[in-house]
T-cell receptor, first 115, second 114 residues
């Protein structure tokens, strides 16, 4: 079963507004990653936050991680039409002997930013 | 930055035929590559882990005889969908991991089986 679940499934906002997406996961993790996918394209890695970090910034992106609640949020500030895409959180498989890099992906949030 | 390519970008084939999809790391060596499939408006599901020079490791529920994976070199992994059926129609994405934790994704291959 999937590890991560994003909320909301879809989000529609105006340019300039902030967009917040949430992700919940089920088991213990050592890191959580956020990816972006433009329609019909591959994934672009946005940011990785480790389990001992609570917040991380990268440009207009702000990611938080609450390991006690097993949740993470991605905030995009001052959104632009070019931010329109699907956003996924991903957590690594942590089963014993698991090859590093195997990822569980959530269902994603489809973000639409209107100009 | 590191680039991963996939070929073809899209393919339409008839039911019963086999289709091969290539995944290449263009400017780095990838000892490990991963294959995912994605149905419309859904998440990526990991299918298998491909290790150079050894057999692929398949996720539970993925038929290894149906989805043949070959990782013959440090820059190339192939996924062959054998005897494809319409339910195999999907978006197949590969990723490649370098010697750090960084993982780079290919642009995906859209397979339509008629």
């Amino acid at each position: 079963s999937q590890q991560g679940e994003e909320d909301p499934q879809a989000l529609s906002i105006q340019e300039g507004e902030n967009a917040t997406m949430n992700c919940s996961y089920k088991t213990s993790i050592n890191n959580l990653q956020w990816y972006r996918q433009n329609s019909g394209r591959g994934l672009v890695h946005l940011i990785l936050i480790r389990s001992n970090e609570r917040e991380k910034h990268s440009g207009r992106l702000r990611v938080t991680l609450d390991t006690s609640k097993k949740s993470s949020s991605l905030l995009i500030t001052a959104s632009r039409a070019a931010d329109t895409a699907s956003y996924f959180c991903a957590t690594p498989h942590t089963d014993r002997g698991s090859t590093l890099g195997r990822l569980y992906f959530g269902r994603g949030t489809q973000l639409t930013v209107w100009p | 930055g590191a680039v991963v390519s996939q070929h073809p970008s899209w393919v339409i084939c008839k039911s019963g035929t086999s289709v091969k999809i290539e995944c290449r790391s263009l400017d780095f060596q990838a000892t490990t590559m991963f294959w995912y499939r994605q149905f419309p408006k859904q998440s990526l599901m990991l299918m298998a882990t491909s290790n150079e020079g050894s057999k692929a490791t398949y996720e539970q529920g993925v038929e290894k005889d149906k989805f043949l994976i070959n990782h013959a070199s440090l820059t190339l992994s192939t996924l062959t969908v054998t005897s494809a059926h319409p339910e195999d129609s999907s978006f197949y994405i590969c990723s490649a991991r370098d010697n750090t934790y960084e993982q780079y994704f290919g642009p995906g291959t859209r397979l339509t089986v008629t």
